[in-house]
């Protein structure tokens, strides 16, 4: 019940303006719609969309006019802490603890699996089969043709491997597949049995139409999210060769053929479907009120954003699906709820209609798969890579907060996040209406202090124990520590100011915090001067402090997990008072011009709060600029294994 008055009292008392960018429809945003209604409103607005032209016979010698016609026009487009492991095996890092995602290499503990970077598949091998520092390959699995690999899941107590690969889907004419439609896809889903693991046994395939986005999974459901265009809606637009123009009449003909060919078409056959490795027929993803499309008429009627849901204690029962009319950009999933993301330009409203707005649909891990919770919308940008989701954090409450940079600073708005290069952002669900509503915002005319200076963008920002860090950067590195515990009233409590800037914030312990950034000269106007792994003390919020750091090479010097937060890996021993911490980076030398990649060690002590690079493992010359962004460890005991191209390398933590 507290929550509920929370919200009551926000939506009472809160000043309208903070809910300028709110979306007002009580029902929710998004609607069930039967395939049979949402087919009736696609021919509808196809036919108002209809549109005929003409355009003149090609004449060699003919002069070029002033406005010529007959231009082709395009057909309208789609508008926390390191894991501390009782057999001491690391594992994927993720950004929720419980909720699984998918990465080129996992392992059991015994058996390490691996992308095959060259010709596509898996690779498994032995960590007690080894050949000088190379592990030895004791099985390989193929993967369907001109697919790209995406990711593996291991469940070691169902002993699964679970491939995710996706393709371009060719358009057929009977069996012969003419070319690829742009835009479509497919997603494959391959479940093998590794209980022998040098023979894997395929229990299924499914083959859903649609992009791949993104994945998680939660126990023993995996979910997909997919982005399908249906590139085989009939057109409604025609433009005719004619050497006079057409009449009205003429046109009104064509409009009719038109019509009748859109009013034929059949939404079932652009819907996705999925086939499995028994029944090659297409089956359908879609049952009952399992479509939703916006409350209001949809410009993207060419989009459609697909939730899948498998049960891997029954990897043969037929995939849950949920759908709607639309897109997905961006994404956070928590183990109670996935958080899909889009821009939404009518969030912004004059005079602040420069600034990015999203539109977020909550949809809450339920049963067998996903019921729709509500929507909601929250000003500025996300992070263009993988890091993206770390802007986003749910609380035990189940309000979802976010962390956003606004690259449209002005200062001709009264509204104080209106010149903030970064936006804090806390939005709840309401206890009645199926809508996310924002409860808070900073900055806000209580605490009105822009977060960042002017012309510094969002890099690193990490949430959790109702904390949110974030860092800024131009010329100088602040780190913000922003107190959440009160989801109605956050509130600025530290900043830290140093050179540098941190691309990816990864905790230690519930009081350190490690920064993945590059070092940079202030007095040179922030440029950059090599890799740097800074470790902050967080334990008091009002003065987060730098204690220590490690800097590698110079400018040009890089690592993935800068990018990508799977590149890192942590794992916590000795009765949780020391991480270890391996990453890959690539060392540009700048005397020499030349670049070295290698993945390094470094070790974190708890009580005495110390970061220390141990050196630095190469299986690579040091020539040119090359390194590879799929680079990834495990951790195993006293072991490392460094994964790089497509094969695994064995070394004792502690050699030299």
């Not at 193929?142 to 790209?148: A, C």
């Not at 690999?149 to 393709?167: C, E, F, H, R, W």
């Not at 940008?381 to 449209?408: H, I, K, P």
């Not at 050196?615 to 010359?621: E, H, I, L, P, R």
Request: charged letters at 20%; hydrophobic letters at 35%; aromatic letters at 10%.
């Amino acid at each position: 019940m507290q929550g509920f008055w929370r919200i009551i009292f926000c939506i009472l008392f809160i000043p309208t303006a903070l809910f300028a960018q709110d979306l007002n429809d009580k029902a929710g945003f998004l609607k069930p719609i039967s395939i049979e209604q949402l087919e009736k409103q696609l021919k509808e607005q196809l036919k108002s969309q209809i549109t005929i032209t003409d355009y003149r016979p090609y004449q060699p010698n003919a002069q070029p006019q002033a406005n010529p016609r007959g231009v082709m026009r395009a057909r309208p487009k789609a508008v926390m802490a390191a894991p501390s492991s009782a057999g001491q095996v690391s594992g994927t890092n993720l950004q929720e603890q419980g909720v699984d995602e998918a990465d080129k290499v996992k392992t059991d503990g015994r058996y390490l699996y691996g992308a095959n970077q060259q010709g596509g598949g898996v690779r498994i091998f032995d960590t007690q089969a080894v050949s000088g520092s190379m592990l030895k390959q004791i099985a390989t699995l193929g993967m369907p043709k001109n697919t790209q690999l995406q990711g593996l899941y291991l469940v070691p107590n169902k002993k699964q491997l679970i491939v995710l690969a996706s393709a371009m889907q060719p358009r057929y004419h009977g069996r012969r597949a003419l070319r690829y439609e742009s835009g479509s896809g497919l997603v494959y889903v391959l479940i093998f049995d590794i209980t022998n693991a040098a023979k894997p046994q395929l229990i299924q395939q499914l083959e859903i139409t649609g992009g791949f986005f993104q994945t998680r999974r939660v126990n023993n459901r995996l979910y997909l999210f997919l982005n399908h265009h249906a590139s085989q809606f009939p057109s409604s637009y025609k433009s005719i060769e004619s050497k006079l123009p057409l009449t009205e009449a003429q046109k009104e003909l064509e409009k009719q053929k038109l019509s009748a060919e859109i009013e034929a078409w059949k939404l079932t056959d652009s819907l996705p479907s999925y086939r499995t490795s028994t029944n090659k027929e297409p089956q359908s993803l879609f049952k009952g009120s399992t479509l939703y499309a916006p409350s209001q008429k949809p410009e993207a009627i060419y989009n459609l954003a697909s939730m899948i849901t498998l049960d891997l204690d029954r990897p043969l029962q037929a995939p849950q699906a949920l759908a709607y009319l639309g897109s997905v950009g961006d994404f956070y999933m928590s183990n109670q709820a996935a958080y899909l993301v889009s821009p939404y330009d009518a969030a912004a409203k004059p005079p602040i209609s420069s600034m990015q707005g999203n539109i977020v649909h909550k949809f809450a891990l339920s049963g067998q798969g996903l019921s729709y919770r509500g929507s909601g919308a929250f000003f500025g940008s996300l992070n263009w890579n993988e890091l993206s989701s770390f802007q986003f954090d749910e609380d035990q409450r189940g309000n979802l907060r976010v962390v956003t940079y606004n690259g449209a600073q002005t200062t001709k708005h009264p509204d104080p996040i209106t010149r903030s290069p970064v936006i804090l952002s806390v939005l709840a669900e309401h206890p009645t209406y199926k809508q996310l509503v924002t409860v808070a915002r900073l900055p806000n005319a209580k605490y009105p202090q822009p977060l960042g200076k002017p012309g510094e963008r969002l890099y690193g920002a990490r949430l959790f124990n109702d904390y949110a860090y974030f860092v800024t950067f131009r010329n100088t590195d602040p780190l913000y520590v922003v107190d959440l515990r009160n989801p109605l009233d956050p509130k600025v409590t530290g900043e830290l100011v140093i050179p540098g800037f941190s691309d990816y914030l990864h905790p230690v312990t519930s009081t350190l915090l490690l920064g993945v950034g590059k070092a940079a000269d202030a007095q040179a106007g922030g440029v950059q001067q090599g890799w740097k792994l800074s470790l902050f003390d967080i334990s008091n919020p009002s003065r987060p402090q730098e204690i220590d750091q490690v800097q590698l090479g110079g400018a040009g010097s890089d690592s993935p997990a800068n990018r990508n937060h799977h590149a890192i890996t942590s794992l916590a021993i000795n009765n949780n008072t020391l991480t270890r911490v391996a990453l890959p980076v690539n060392v540009h030398d700048p005397n020499t011009g030349m670049a070295k990649n290698g993945l390094h060690r470094f070790e974190v002590t708890h009580a005495q709060r110390k970061l220390k690079h141990l050196g630095g493992f190469s299986v690579s010359s040091a020539q040119g600029w090359s390194w590879d962004d799929n680079d990834r460890s495990i951790l195993i005991d006293n072991y490392l294994y460094y994964f790089h191209n497509g094969n695994f390398y064995k070394t004792a933590w502690a050699e030299k």
